[in-house]
């Protein structure tokens, strides 16, 4: 919803700063990787301090993609390596929400953490599945960013239940949104 209403409108924006940057995309792709992935190490520990790690993930994962194409370093395989680290970080931060929850020994919490990675993957699979059968896909409520929005939201107020009922349902409902995109887009 966020990427369909904005998608590169930031790109203009951020041009100067992203010409400024000479290092490759794919570093910055790495990068925010990493700074997600210190934040799923320190969520169960430091819910806060984990969720301003999630934003500055947030902030390298909207660079990497400016950088790419304002100075003309776009590639597939940066695409793919960008998406590939996107579904890892993905994995880490709902696999951080579930520990947490374990720590508070609060099982719902951990099922529902778990369940919702499997729809945040279910929603990225159908939508590379339709564009592999030639269908665009970006359609839904709950893509990543509202998923990287929302859990940085859960890190910070501590909302982590009411925010992990709110990701289960959107993914889910995304899913069945893109599978009947698909499904009318293919008749």
Not at 4 to 9: P, T
Not at 53 to 61: E, K, Y
Not at 63 to 72: E, F, H, I, K, Q
Request: charged share 15%.
């Amino acid at each position: 919803m966020i990427s369909a209403r904005l998608g590169h409108s930031l790109d203009r924006t951020l041009a100067p700063l992203a010409k400024l940057i000479s290092i490759s995309p794919n570093i910055l792709s790495v990068a925010g990787f990493a700074v997600t992935l210190g934040a799923a190490l320190v969520i169960p520990f430091s819910a806060g301090s984990g969720g301003v790690l999630i934003i500055a993930g947030g902030v390298f994962d909207l660079l990497d993609g400016v950088v790419a194409r304002t100075n003309g370093k776009e590639t597939r395989f940066g695409a793919l390596l960008d998406s590939t680290l996107d579904r890892f970080a993905d994995a880490a931060l709902f696999m951080a929400v579930a520990w947490l929850f374990l720590r508070q020994n609060d099982l719902g919490g951990v099922l529902l953490s778990l369940t919702s990675l499997v729809g945040a993957f279910l929603t990225s699979y159908v939508r590379a599945r339709a564009e592999g059968l030639g269908i665009g896909c970006n359609v839904g409520l709950m893509e990543r960013p509202e998923r990287i929005v929302l859990l940085a939201i859960a890190c910070v107020s501590g909302w982590f239940f009411p925010v992990i009922i709110v990701l289960f349902v959107l993914s889910y409902i995304t899913v069945v949104q893109r599978v009947v995109h698909v499904y009318r887009n293919s008749r």
